[in-house]
């Protein structure tokens, strides 16, 4: 059986873990504004340290959290410089989310999420393919055959990211991509080595960004042309 290779990812999306924890770290914030603090002094003050550790790497690769605070090793900062003049809308969202989900009610809930996508399509999509450029690959190919499922997710990352020549005698992507559409190759005969939970977790995160639907183990397009707007001169 032919390999195909994933790539490392964080694992993070917005769960109502990470949700909760990102809101456990505003009001940490709001509360000690002028404590000087660390990476490590927020990892010791809020959760487990490894959610911290998932967080706080995503949170600046949007643009939320202020990335120019880590660039030396555990260098010290005030809290109140923690999120950047972008995060606002974030913050408000948050807050709102936990007032929200502690309702019984699960209407307002499905909105807030809505809601919520919607804020980090228009906002932060842009930034997040920027800093994690894997991402706008991803969409790319989506904007191109408007769907993705896992064994096409795996074709990208053993063939653009691992330096996997041919796969079933294809040189390219797209020649791969043509040949499985038309049912010329059949998924069984590959095995996934490396990362293998890499899909779930990106494709989450496009999820949770308003780029893609979900339906029947594939994601689809979602948003063609807000997505191409906002990512107009990255495509």
């Not at 390999?3 to 809101?23: A, K, M, P, V």
């Not at 809505?114 to 690959?137: A, D, T």
């Not at 948003?223 to 001169?233: A, F, R, Y």
Request: aromatic share 14%.
């Amino acid at each position: 059986m032919e390999e195909l290779l994933g790539i490392s990812n964080s694992g993070f999306s917005f769960t109502e873990t990470y949700l909760e924890d990102i809101y456990s770290l505003i009001c940490y914030v709001n509360e000690h504004p002028d404590e000087l603090t660390s990476y490590i002094g927020i990892q010791n003050s809020i959760c487990d340290p490894s959610r911290v550790r998932m967080i706080v790497p995503f949170l600046r690769n949007i643009d939320i959290i202020d990335d120019s605070l880590f660039e030396e090793n555990n260098s010290q900062f005030l809290l109140k410089t923690l999120f950047t003049k972008k995060s606002k809308v974030f913050i408000k969202a948050c807050e709102l989310h936990e007032l929200i989900f502690a309702l019984p009610d699960p209407k307002p809930k499905e909105k807030w999420r809505e809601m919520f996508r919607e804020i980090l399509l228009g906002k932060y999509l842009h930034e997040l393919c920027v800093r994690k450029p894997e991402y706008l690959v991803f969409i790319k190919f989506l904007l191109k055959y408007e769907s993705i499922d896992k064994f096409e997710f795996f074709v990208i990352t053993s063939m653009k990211f691992n330096g996997v020549g041919k796969l079933f005698s294809c040189s390219s992507i797209d020649d791969m991509i043509a040949k499985y559409r038309t049912y010329g190759i059949d998924p069984t005969l590959y095995t996934y080595k490396t990362n293998v939970n890499c899909y779930s977790y990106i494709m989450a995160v496009l999820y949770d960004f308003n780029v893609c639907s979900k339906e029947r183990g594939k994601y689809n397009l979602k948003n063609k042309n807000k997505v191409l707007d906002i990512l107009e001169d990255l495509l």
